[in-house]
Each structure stands twice: as C-alpha cells, then as structure tokens.
C-alpha cells in the first residue's frame, strides 16, 4: 500500500516557467509535509516543508500548497531554472512517538530546459 | 568533515561476500537512520536508532545486520545478499525532537 502518492513521474519545464509536483497522502496522522530535493550522486536535501496548520508556505520560488481535505499538497516552483534540474521527492511524516519515520512518494525527475 | 558522510561511495560484491557500509554524522545529532533507495520504487526506511538503540525495523531481512555503537556512528553489516539488494543504501541523521532529517550522500551497491 502506497501510502504517499507522487505525480508526475516526471517533468519537463522551459527556463523561466512553473513546475508544478502533486502529492496526495492516505494517513491522517501525518502532520508534517516536507519536499526534498535530490542531484545525481548526492543524497536527499530538504527544501522546504509544511505544516498542516497552514494551507501555504513559500520560501523564494518555492512554494507548498497544502489542501487538508483533500489530503493533497503540492509543490510550485516559479521562475525554473536548469539548476533546479533534478530528482524532487515529497514525504509524509508524523512527529509523535519515538522515531521520526519519513514517507517518500515515488519521486519526480525535473527537467528545466535552458 | 561536515554534514553525514557515508563510506564507501560504491561496493560490488558478489552473493557470499561479507561487507559493511559506514555512516558518520557531524551535526550533533541523536537519531540515525538507513534507508533503501531503488529504481522507481519509494525511499524505503529500514532501520532507525534513537540514542544508540534501534526503535524502528522495516521487516527488513536478516541479512542486513545494522549497528549503532554511538550516536554518531552508524553501521550496516551485509551478508549472502541477493542481486535484488542492489540499490543505493542512504544514511541520515536528526534530532530525536526535530523533524528535519540529514541526508549523506549514499553508497551504491551492486552485488553480482
């Protein structure tokens, strides 16, 4: 059972326009939401992260979206460039307990043509 | 040395081999953790310690073996593994109280 479905597996997006990656989660007791992002040859890097108290986040061109009922969330990148070129994986998590286990969807290959 | 290093970067190792992958973390944290990455398949978490004593494992066979001897080392012993282990094994690290977690760069491994 996939428990954090990712969409699409991948994309391709010219310099300067919206890249747009859909999530959609089953479990209601996550209540942290982060996006990591991944080069070739390097390990996951977080990028940034939600919370389910809020329905938005941005942190310069990126931004979170986030639809509590619908338990989905997406992730908007303005202004794409070639070296956002890479692997973007969102994740599920829920805080409470004795371990912090992360949910990953499948993974989104961007591709930022010049 | 900064961030979580992982070594090696890249082992082949055939079905009988004994080998281990090691994991070193520089940011003070108390939480680690190994994850399995495959083509077109999800991270996939396998073990996680929390102060050196291990809280969480995936139903993860036997011929992984991890190891925690403190919170700023972390070990996976690997034995008579089989070619569909091939993947790239990723280790990261937290604080048992913070969510974020910090990811090395992962060791790729390819048994034959």
């Known amino acids: 059972q996939q428990q954090v479905k990712q969409s699409p597996q991948s994309l391709i997006v010219q310099k300067g326009g919206i890249s747009i990656i859909n999530c959609a989660y089953e479990?209601?007791?996550?209540?942290?939401f982060p996006w990591y992002q991944q080069f070739p040859g390097k390990g996951p890097a977080l990028l940034i992260a939600i919370r389910p108290d809020v329905s938005e986040k941005k942190e310069g061109r990126f931004t979170i979206s986030f639809n509590k009922s619908a338990k989905q969330f997406s992730l908007h990148i303005m202004d794409s460039q070639p070296g956002d070129s890479a692997t973007y994986f969102c994740a599920a998590q829920r805080t409470g307990g004795s371990n912090y286990k992360l949910t990953f969807g499948k993974g989104t290959l961007l591709t930022v043509n010049p | 040395e900064t961030g979580v290093t992982q070594t090696p970067r890249h082992l082949v190792m055939g079905m009988t081999n004994k080998k281990s992958l090691k994991c070193e973390q520089h940011?003070?944290?108390?939480?680690m953790y190994w994850y399995k990455q495959s083509a077109k398949k999800p991270l996939e978490l396998m073990f996680v310690?929390?102060?050196?004593?291990?809280?969480e494992n995936n139903s993860v066979p036997s011929r992984f073996s991890p190891e925690c001897p403190n919170s700023s080392h972390l070990f996976l012993h690997l034995h008579t593994l089989q070619p569909e282990d091939s993947a790239l094994y990723l280790c990261?690290?937290?604080?048992?109280?913070?969510?974020?977690?910090?990811f090395g760069p992962g060791t790729r491994l390819t048994v034959t």
């Open positions: 990261a690290s937290s604080h048992v109280q913070v969510y974020e977690q910090y």
């Open positions: 940011l003070g944290h108390n939480a």
């Open positions: 310690y929390n102060f050196k004593e291990q809280t």
């Open positions: 479990n209601t007791a996550f209540d942290y």
